[in-house]
RNA sequence: GCGGGGGUUGCCAAGCAUGGUUAAAGGCGUAGCCCUGAGGCGGCUAUCCCGCAGGGGUUCGUGGGUUCAAAUCCCACCUCCCGCACCA
């Protein structure tokens, strides 16, 4: 361990002496633009962010090592209000939040009590997570890093509204929110007591006519307008006569409070009780027959209007109620309601929906057993029949133009249509109560002078669906995902009034969204070091120059005198901007998707012409801890900097890695970061005696098996990481490397050929991505000069594959594999055991086979025996070839094609010479005499008669 | 509800888009042996079941189907996880 991190200290401190990770344009070289999304400065980073920031790392690296001017820059997420809201949270001296920061986050006592100044926490944990980064080993050109609140940063972000504006794209509206009246603010889901998930629903309200006003009744349904037979009211709850938009309204008081909150003129006339309204009629506005209103306890005056129509046909609760006034005639006496009223009031069926009849409501409270309004059942009744007559419902002939639709395509039609008849109206309400954290119930308030995003906008959408197209995204099951979510974007509030951020420069009081500081970032990344390096000041940056950078618009020499810049250093930055741009890599956790990586790619559609779209777009899994997702609540909450230092960078970066790829979620163990540190140790003693015994020339068919093996390997480690399947790139490069290097080093009894030597200098460049500082510790030991960062990438050498000495390796593991798997069954402890190798005539007929099977399809016996008794010497042995093709022609069908032309090109393999080679290994692994025979060696040993069992590339075995 | 992703041999996890070389990679764990003063590390063998000859049998959520052949293709079902907006 202590090892480890001197090694890491080592090469960190060399790294950055050397600079080799600063990217400055380089017109000669191919260049890939690598980001990771900034993590947000709110606390230190957790191994969440380590394990995606890995992938990219790893990423950077391989492309570096393949010759790429690669830049992978940082910075620092700072706007929004969770900074603002935690450090609110230490001010008001919040205990569970600070122990979690003075335990979890471990942070120090002198600073914990100035982190109530949101700048200073935002700066303390940068602070802290630029060390963290460092220590990761991360490949980054930190002269690029900056913060989201800085001015200059501002001036970009200023710039791309500006553009977003000119383009229609950001536009003014209204839009409702759950609010809470104490806070002042929008409640989000983390800011509730109660209610999450909880969003603002949108009621009709069917206004019935009555005595020159309006009793706007609420519901979710008003197709049932047709059906409806009564009023229900609250007889105690307290309603109110206001005055809305100019209108008489009659709703509960709690409604007027809320209408007021929706942009609604409100004023109170008078205040009633519900069972002022009881016994009296109104008019239907649809069918303008006369209803009269009924007490029922059901209803919720803290519900939307407090007013509820009846359609007892189609609405359980409706039926019940009416059934029980129909029971209770005494009440209705105390109202003054004359029970024949009641009596004579029927449903009215007006929807026709399979597997039911008539009256829906009726059938589905029998069903169910619903005993009353006050039956729990009743509420789960309403929701089945809604969900069966929305998905299944057609509108019966009462219904009006609407007869005949059905329920699902109708409804929004018909809400408009009331709407413009003045027959409807609607208000939000919450359809479950949310209650703020500081316990301040929440209602919906509707924002005025909001300013969104129009990401409804369809050719935007389709331009965005473009870009998509136009980026390689991985894992490909992420791309239907992205689509769906670019089909369901709507408008979104794109401003604030809190939080640290940029204000919206036509509008200071507004906040810009702190998801638009991270859409087109990147391209800032690119200018940023000039802007810097040269002291170019905000106020230096207008439009007029970011227009000049981005899109290279108007005339040099003016842009440059009115903001007093020199011309070539305008120029320089444009070019720095070209030669970036667009972003090779991004990526991300996979719960990004349906927000920043789609909002990235409306960003880019919108600003950027196509050819600076985003390349390639990654996806991947969360991080799970010991099986659990990770929180601070739950206390598994496991921070970067912490397993560092526990096991060292690059055991956190390989156990990470090797957790997961897709979007398959990683699971983090601490019993597995241990044995990939215990992994990597032993990995390094190794290389190290290889190292050190290297000292002859030797090439021999092994080292060719070695190298040919290798080959593959690199292969697949290139192939993998090329699509960020960096799970299957790093299990390749460390195991199955390894496993070779096990197979090498068993066979040949000994460490001193330098070819070795020269395979481990392939194998520490495939880990390095992965692993970089032990790899740089070793690649010191064997090259001696250079960084391994910057060494050449093994690239896949056809002229090194060897099938033949792949194939010659086969046939050693078999027969090894084999005899053991005989000594097994057989519970033999041989002294001797005799092979025998195929007699040459089945090889000609194996060679045959495998060649007439060439284009793919099965060959039948007979017609190998055909093609093979053309030949005299064959047919003299008719019946022994027969036996024998009929013996492999299955097995050669089942072979795929590729493993039969293999078979074919190597050609008929010499065994008793490469067995001969390898009797000493063999005697050596089983204990036992080696004695090799050819199949029709006359002076053969073969008591049991085995040797005719001899194939091609399967010996006889006889033990004894 | 809408949308997305999964269910593989003790665990983690490949394979499935291009059906056959797959009893099914690799890692972990477990057992035996070797190495070591001991431990760790490392090496070998085994790890679905059966087997005194390299073999046989039964498997890839469940149930059907297509095919000479299915973990892989089709259909239905069961089940787990994730996202759903003013929060980053």
Not at 514 to 525: E, G, P, Q, V, W
Not at 866 to 880: D, I, Y
Not at 897 to 903: F, S
């Amino acid at each position: 361990m202590v090892l480890l991190h001197r090694i890491e200290a080592k090469w960190r401190k060399a790294w950055e002496t050397a600079k080799i990770f600063e990217a400055d344009p380089d017109p000669k070289r191919k260049k890939c633009f690598v980001t990771f999304p900034y993590s947000y400065a709110n606390g230190p980073l957790h191994v969440g962010h380590a394990f995606t920031a890995t992938r990219v790392d790893a990423y950077a690296r391989y492309k570096r090592m393949q010759g790429y001017n690669v830049l992978f820059p940082w910075a620092w997420h700072w706007t929004g209000q969770s900074i603002a809201g935690a450090s609110e949270r230490v001010k008001s001296g919040d205990k569970a939040f600070i122990k979690a920061l003075r335990e979890i986050d471990g942070v120090p006592e002198q600073e914990l009590r100035k982190l109530v100044d949101p700048t200073y926490m935002a700066s303390y944990y940068t602070n802290e997570n630029r060390e963290t980064t460092r220590r990761a080993g991360f490949s980054i050109d930190w002269r690029r890093e900056f913060n989201t609140t800085s001015p200059i940063f501002s001036k970009f972000i200023e710039w791309q509204y500006k553009k977003l504006r000119e383009k229609g794209y950001v536009v003014k509206g209204t839009h409702p929110v759950v609010w809470c009246s104490k806070c002042k603010s929008p409640t989000g889901d983390h800011d509730r007591q109660e209610g999450e998930g909880v969003t603002p629903e949108e009621y009709v309200l069917i206004k019935f006519k009555y005595e020159g006003k309006y009793l706007p009744a609420a519901t979710f349904r008003p197709e049932t307008i047709y059906g409806a037979t009564n009023i229900w009211v609250h007889p105690n709850a307290d309603y109110a006569e206001v005055e809305v938009d100019g209108e008489r309204w009659i709703v509960s008081e709690k409604a007027a409070k809320k209408l007021e909150e929706q942009k609604r003129k409100v004023k109170t006339v008078r205040s009633l009780k519900g069972k002022v309204l009881i016994g009296k009629e109104v008019t239907n506005p649809v069918t303008e027959e006369k209803h009269m209103i009924f007490p029922a306890w059901f209803v919720d005056v803290a519900h939307a209007t407090g007013v509820v129509y009846s359609v007892p046909a189609h609405a359980p609760l409706d039926w019940l109620a009416l059934r029980d006034l129909k029971q209770s005639p005494t009440s209705m006496k105390k109202f003054g309601i004359k029970p024949q009223e009641v009596e004579k009031i029927q449903p009215v069926s007006m929807i026709s929906v399979e597997g039911f009849g008539e009256f829906p409501a009726l059938e589905i409270i029998d069903r169910l057993g619903v005993k009353d309004q006050c039956d729990p059942r009743a509420d789960e009744a309403t929701k089945l029949l809604y969900k069966k007559e929305f998905h299944g419902g057609v509108l019966k002939d009462i219904c009006g133009k609407y007869a005949g639709k059905r329920v699902q395509g109708v409804k929004e039609v018909l809400i408009n249509d009331f709407k413009e008849g003045n027959i409807a109206d609607t208000m939000y309400d919450l359809p479950e109560p949310v209650v703020c954290r500081c316990l301040t119930p929440c209602i919906v308030k509707v924002l005025e002078e909001q300013w969104f995003l129009k990401y409804s906008d369809l050719k935007w959408k389709e331009k965005v669906k473009e870009a998509l197209q136009n980026a390689n995204v991985y894992p490909e099951t992420a791309v239907p995902w992205f689509l769906s979510t670019i089909d369901w974007l709507k408008e979104r509030p794109c401003a604030r009034k809190s939080g640290l951020g940029t204000p919206l420069p036509w509008n200071k009081e507004w906040i810009i969204d702190t998801l638009s500081d991270s859409t087109i970032y990147m391209a800032f990344y690119t200018i940023i070091k000039q802007i810097r390096q040269r002291r170019i000041t905000p106020e230096q940056l207008t439009p007029a120059i970011f227009d000049y950078i981005f899109y290279g618009k108007g005339e040099t020499e003016a842009i440059a005198s009115i903001s007093k810049l020199d011309r070539r250093i305008l120029e320089s930055i444009r070019n720095e901007f070209l030669y970036w741009y667009p972003v090779d890599m991004r990526n991300s956790g996979k719960e990004l998707i349906p927000n920043h990586l789609t909002f990235f790619l409306f960003h880019h559609a919108a600003l950027f012409p196509r050819k600076l779209w985003p390349q390639i777009i990654g996806a991947n899994g969360m991080l799970m801890i010991e099986g659990k997702k990770m929180s601070k609540s739950k206390g598994n909450w496991i921070t970067f900097r912490n397993v560092i230092e526990e096991f060292g960078a690059d055991s956190t970066r390989c156990a990470l890695l090797l957790g997961a790829e897709g979007m398959d979620d990683p699971d983090w163990r601490s019993e597995s970061v241990r044995d990939i540190k215990d992994k990597l140790e032993s990995f390094y003693r190794l290389a190290e005696i290889i190292i050190g015994e290297a000292e002859n020339e030797e090439f021999g068919w092994i080292e060719k098996w070695l190298f040919s093996v290798l080959q593959k390997k690199a292969k697949i480690v290139t192939d993998s990481i090329e699509s960020l399947k960096t799970r299957t790139a790093l299990e390749t490069a460390l195991f199955e490397v390894w496993n070779d290097f096990r197979w090498y080093t068993r066979r040949k009894g000994d460490l001193k050929a330098k070819a070795l030597r020269e395979a481990l200098n392939v194998w520490i460049r495939l880990l390095s991505p992965f692993a970089p500082h032990i790899c740089e510790e070793l690649w010191e030991k064997v090259e001696g000069k250079g960084f391994v960062s910057l060494a050449e990438w093994p690239e896949y050498d056809v002229n090194l594959i060897n099938p033949l000495a792949e194939e010659s390796e086969n046939l050693v593991k078999s027969i090894l594999e084999d005899t053991l798997s005989i000594i097994r069954a057989t519970k033999l402890t041989p002294t001797k055991i005799y092979l025998y190798t195929a007699t040459e005539w089945k090889w000609e007929v194996y060679q045959k086979a495998l060649s007439t099977s060439g284009e793919g399809m099965p060959i039948s016996q007979s017609d190998l025996m055909k093609t093979l008794m053309k030949r005299e010497e064959m047919k003299k042995k008719a019946s022994k070839v027969a036996r024998f093709s009929g013996q492999i022609v299955n097995e050669i069908n089942r072979m795929g094609k590729n493993r039969r032309e293999e078979l074919h090109s190597i050609g008929p393999l010499d065994e008793a010479a490469l067995l001969l080679e390898a009797k000493s290994f063999l005697e050596r692994e089983l204990k036992a005499e080696i004695v090799v025979f050819k199949e029709d060696d006359d002076h053969k040993f073969d008591p049991e008669n085995r040797a005719r069992l001899a194939k091609p590339f399967r010996p006889a075995i006889y033990v004894k």
